[in-house]
Nanobody, 121 residues
Framework: QVQLVESGGGLVQAGDSLRLSCAAS?????MGWFRQAPGKEREFVAG????????TYADSVKGRFTISRDDPKNTFYLQMNNLKPEDTATYYC?????????????????WGQGTQVTVSS
C-alpha cells in the first residue's frame, strides 16, 4: 500500500501562488489532484500520466495551475498561480497503478489526507 502525504497548503491572498507537494512512499503511476470545498463535492483539479508527458486540467484552473512529477523523489507537485477565493478548499493527491490519466476520484488506488488552501480576497 502506497502512502501519500500532501504539504504546502496555507493562507494566502488573491493573486498569490502556492506549490503543493505530494510525497509517495512507493511508486505510483498516474496521479491526480482533487479538491473539496465546504458543502461541495470533491472535484478533479489536475492529472498527470505515468510518463509525465500528458496532463489534464479542470477548466477552472487551466492556465493557472501546473501539475508535475519528480519520479526519482516519488514526489508530485501542483503549482498554483493567480489564486482566487474560489480556489479555497482542501486539496488531495491521489495515485494509481493505471498509466493513463484518471479524472474520477473513485478510480484511484491511493489517497492523501489533504492539505488546506485558503485564499482571501
Amino acid at each position: 500500500q502506497v502512502q501519500l502525504v500532501e504539504s504546502g497548503g496555507g493562507l494566502v491572498q488573491a493573486g498569490d501562488s502556492l506549490r503543493l507537494s505530494c510525497a509517495a512512499s512507493g511508486r505510483t503511476y498516474s496521479m491526480g489532484w482533487f479538491r473539496q470545498a465546504p458543502g461541495k463535492e470533491r472535484e478533479f483539479v489536475a492529472g498527470i500520466n505515468w510518463g509525465g508527458d500528458r496532463t489534464t486540467y479542470a477548466d477552472s484552473v487551466k492556465g493557472r495551475f501546473t501539475i508535475s512529477r519528480d519520479d526519482p523523489k516519488n514526489t508530485f507537485y501542483l503549482q498554483m498561480n493567480n489564486l482566487k477565493p474560489e480556489d479555497t478548499a482542501t486539496y488531495y493527491c491521489a495515485g494509481t497503478t493505471i498509466i493513463h490519466i484518471l479524472t474520477a476520484w473513485g478510480e484511484y488506488d491511493y489517497w492523501g489526507q489533504g492539505t488546506q488552501v485558503t485564499v482571501s480576497s
